[in-house]
């Protein structure tokens, strides 16, 4: 029985040893088909980092990014969550499913030219002083090599790109979340652009804002001050309230605002 | 005597929960602030994001796939390029040529926030970076945008590429690591996590950039 069982161990290793013989690693396969494609991502990425798109505007980005996963065989549902440049594409079946972020949106004001020295392309322009478009094409070209290995290796398994509008301010993909697209997903990867490589085990501060506004009643200021109630007021002593709150809050507290 | 004001809050702390509490007491502010002259206040929420939960199984992978490919080989034209940039960077820590290397794995806190940052609550998520700037230059820059235009960020983007999909590949062909992924996560979030949303119930700001 034992012997059985050792023959039959012995007969699957040389099967493994075999094919995998035959068969490129799967990590050699992906790093082969994003350098086969290597111009095409670059051309792309230029094409964004020229769109130079701001959060929720990101039309042409989105649609350049959504007509590569398109091709390449992904099905891809847009305008998700209530956001018209959100998508998500996928590809394959079945578990696990390993999503890849992508962000395309840029900032306002920070038009540049590919100088090593200060020259603004266009006049209050917008520019990719994030990196969106290398994000957005990154992500893009990796899941496009992972379908490719899923598809010639048969293996189960999904493969999706989130494509996250407006990362700059407008918290695209807490929408995406609350909406549930990520609730079958197992494994999310992400990278950002950056000036070195590592890879990123960092927490970051949670953050939350609003618009408070206030509301008084009018009146003449010197014929009768006393019918008026000043909406300045409001801002005024919340304001003051609030500088004094910052002595009793925890100490890596940060509370930041501007009267707009 | 103006009618109408307006103040804008943005407030922020490593912990959503604590984060909410705190919250809550620039809110009693407000509140206290329109009793005592005579206003009323109505607020509305432009954003929240949850802090990053970090996944440590998750990055070992990524970390052993950028150490497989290396860092960025500048050309003759690249370096000349980064070196002008460098002259404009005035101090900085991070020195020049870093852009070969992969730095160890990154822990502790990161003194900004990210959207990414609710993902990482329902999903275990993991995120790396490559270099696509000249080192020492900080994000939202002009440097950022000159270098991420040419031919430096683009070897910092097919880079990034190959370790996405590798660690992809990686996962697809063990499930195991995923399980250790997913484990160490639940342990992270505590057993009675619920995930909500700091920007409660508002429909995105299709407009703010408007």
Known sequence: MSKCIFRMALSV????????????????????????????????ALQLWDFAELGYQEERSTALLQMQLKEAGFEVAAGVAGMPTAFVASYGNGQPVIAILAEFDALPGLSQATTPFRQVREEGGSG?????????????????AVKDWLASSGGTGTVRLYGTPAEEGGSGKVYMVRAGLFD???????????????????TTLSNKSAKFRFQGVSAHAARAPERGRSALDGVEAMNHMVNLLREHVPQETRIHYVIT | MPETAEVYYYVRHPSAERLSEIWERVA??????????????????IHGNHSKLPNL?????????????????????????????????????????????IQPIKEGIHMGSTDEGDVSWVVPTV??????????????TWQA??????????????????????????????????????????ERRGPDFQYVPLLGDRDPPLDYRQ
């Open chain 2, 57 to 101: 199984t998750l990055a070992r992978v990524v970390h052993a796939n950028l150490e497989r490919l290396g860092g960025l080989r500048y050309s003759p034209e690249e370096q000349a390029f980064a070196e002008k940039i460098r002259e404009t960077l005035g101090r900085v820590d991070i020195p020049l040529g870093s852009e070969k290397e």
């Open chain 2, 127 to 140: 995120r790396f970076r490559t270099a696509t700037w000249v080192p020492g230059t900080s994000s939202h």
């Open chain 1, 128 to 144: 990719h002083a994030c990196g969106h478009h290398l994000f957005g094409t990154a992500s893009t070209a990796a899941a496009i």
């Open chain 1, 184 to 202: 079958d997903v197992d494994v999310v990867l992400s990278w950002h652009p950056g000036d070195q490589n590592y890879a990123d085990s960092q």
């Open chain 2, 28 to 45: 009693q502010a407000a509140r206290g602030a329109a009793m005592g002259t005579g206003t009323t206040v109505d607020w509305e929420i």
């Open chain 1, 13 to 44: 290793t040389c099967l493994l040893v075999t094919t995998a013989g035959l068969a490129q690693q799967p990590t050699d396969f992906v790093q082969q088909a994003i350098d086969d494609h290597a111009a095409r991502y670059n051309d792309m």
């Open chain 2, 145 to 186: 945008v000159a270098a991420g235009g040419m031919s430096i960020g683009l070897k910092g983007m097919l880079l990034a590429a190959k370790v996405l999909a590798m660690t992809a590949t990686d996962l697809f062909s063990d499930p195991a690591r995923i399980q250790e992924a997913q484990a160490e996560w639940q």
